[in-house]
């Protein structure tokens, strides 16, 4: 990283960066990759869906009940029939995508800090 990629502090305090619980998941056949339809409680900010391309290392019976970290104030995104609006975090792998997720719970809707 260059100096010329840093950002300031005031760049990363515009992120709202949350923590909710999958209160559900669904298949998603219509996705060009393998991708799950989720439901995520965040507390004060409400449900909100997601469509996330984490088949390869989680069933929907694995998620639901799991508290997740998710970006909520990216603007909604329409994949294929479904608008999602919020992005599920997560590492990139030779395996699949890790999804982050909190060591201990939080109230759904902490704001990362």
Known sequence: MSAQDTIQWADFEKVLICAGTVLRAEEFPEA?????KLWVDF???????SSAQIRQLYEADQLVGRQIVGVINFPPKQ???FVSEFLLTGFHTEDGVVITTVERRVPDGTRMA
């Open 32 to 36: 060009r990759k393998p991708a799950w």
């Open 43 to 49: 507390g004060p900010h409400g449900v909100r869906k």
């Open 79 to 81: 994949v294929g029939p």
